[in-house]
């Protein structure tokens, strides 16, 4: 069960679930996203989550292929919930959603009368994602370290205060596994690992083949 009063519990996550494909940006378990909607499709797909579970799925866009209702997209994403709504005065909508649970897409509807995309989702394999015990255990000192070569190779600014105010292992590597500019396809393979601590230990991977391969790159 989560840990948050209000979130579903996996018996009562929804059979059908509108979806916003995103390429290169995915929604973690226990993760939170941030969104600035201005579409109006999109924008009715808010005011009917909000009338209903408040769920929203969040997938990539798969190759740049084309399927019956727009691009092609993986088979996996994962469900948000909304959980911070902002009304702006020139007409979008700030949300913030909460990582619930991923989902592999077993059918997709055709396109709804209000124009976003809906889908009904298999929660069975990722029951697990809703369980709040911890898994993750990093040596904080490797991860630094690693995490400020590659900032530095990607010119980002990073709050180190903050992240040594993060005292909770999955937390942290949630949060770094969603925020670092990875490809799409490295994107999806972290959220597609088995697990949390299996994902940990991914993006350690990632950050240390991108540190190397600049290294590599240096000493020619």
Request: net charge negative; with cysteine.
């Amino acid at each position: 069960m989560s840990n948050y009063p209000f979130d579903p519990s996996f018996s009562n996550l929804p059979e059908e679930m509108p979806i916003f494909p995103l390429d290169g940006v995915v929604l973690l378990p226990k993760g939170d996203l941030p969104l600035n909607i201005f579409e109006p499709q999109y924008l009715s797909m808010v005011d009917d989550a909000l009338r209903g579970s408040r769920m929203i799925g969040i997938i990539q866009p798969f190759g740049g292929k084309i399927a019956a209702n727009g691009d092609a997209i993986f088979r996996t994403g994962c469900a948000g919930r909304i959980t911070q709504f902002t009304e702006t005065e020139d007409g979008r909508y700030i949300i913030s959603l909460r990582g619930i649970c991923r989902f592999h897409v077993l059918k997709e509807f055709p396109q709804t009368q209000r124009g976003y995309r809906l889908v009904k989702p298999s929660w069975v394999p990722f029951e697990h994602d809703m369980d709040s015990s911890h898994c993750v255990e990093i040596d904080r000192k490797n991860l630094c370290g690693l995490l400020r070569r590659y900032f530095e190779l990607q010119s980002i600014t990073l709050d180190w205060p903050l992240l040594h105010e993060i005292e909770d292992d999955e937390v942290l590597m949630t949060m770094l596994a969603m925020i670092c500019p990875f490809t799409a396809s490295e994107k999806q393979a972290l959220l597609e690992a088995p697990c949390c601590n299996t994902r940990a230990n991914l993006f350690m991977s990632l950050l240390e083949m991108s540190v190397q391969q600049d290294c590599s790159g240096c000493s020619h």
